[in-house]
T-cell receptor, first 111, second 118 residues
């Protein structure tokens, strides 16, 4: 079945860029998502990218998609303490309303 | 309240007791989902529902029961709680959102219920 994988932890220095990586297996993925979960809260959609795009930029966030390698990344420029959270990669195909989530990457910021 | 809500937010129960977690959404989304979140496992889908009276098993359905008599409500019942069901439970609903390049499905999550089974 479909699978989404990402590393569990990432630690970066405040002000540096953070890059969170994700791989997925479903070749029919239509939309790929990044969700953010802050402590004690549910997940909130951070950004998404359509599968026919290879890059999307939104202020400090840059999403890169390599469809051939089924690799998605999220880059956060100038990482701040408020960016500390768990980031979930997710994908869906156009034929389904189910979204498949990765296990989440916990981003911690060090001074 | 507008959006998606869960109740209770915190629950402590004992092994063997029945517990029902409530979920309510105001968007009339067709799809609703229950996940559990445990350290090291990320989000695991328990059950989902495509519409009222239509439910289906997810990845980890054992020990859980769901119903969907109304579109806006999707309760999750633990018929006989076990310690392994100690977790944070998230309800979500899914609906189309208009983007610049067409519509896409977005899942909206409730705030979660932290359940402890002693």
């Amino acid at each position: 079945g479909e699978d989404v994988e990402q590393s569990l932890f990432l630690s970066v220095r405040e002000g540096d860029s953070s890059v969170i990586n994700c791989t997925y297996t479903d070749s029919s993925s239509t939309y790929l998502y990044w969700y953010k979960q802050e402590p004690g809260a549910g997940l909130q959609l951070l950004t998404y990218i359509f599968s026919n795009m290879d890059m999307k930029q939104d202020q400090r966030l840059t999403v890169l998609l390599n469809k051939k390698d089924k690799h998605l990344s999220l880059r956060i420029a100038d990482t701040q303490t408020g960016d500390s959270a768990i980031y979930f990669c997710a994908e869906t195909s156009s034929s389904a309303s189910k979204i498949i989530f990765g296990s989440g990457t916990r981003l911690s910021i060090r001074p | 309240d507008a959006g998606i809500t869960q109740s209770p937010r915190y629950k402590i129960t004992e092994t063997g007791r029945q517990v029902t977690l409530m979920c309510h959404q105001t968007w009339s989304h067709s799809y609703m989902f229950w996940y559990r979140q445990d350290l090291g496992h990320g989000l695991r889908l328990i059950y989902y529902s495509a519409a009222a009276d239509i439910t289906d098993k997810g990845e980890v359905p054992d020990g859980y029961v769901v119903s969907r008599s109304k579109t806006e409500n999707f309760p999750l019942t633990l018929e006989s709680a076990t310690r392994s069901q100690t977790s944070v439970y998230f309800c979500a609903s899914s609906g189309p959102v208009s983007g610049r390049k067409g519509s896409y499905n977005e899942q909206f999550f409730g705030p979660g219920t932290r359940l402890t089974v002693l």
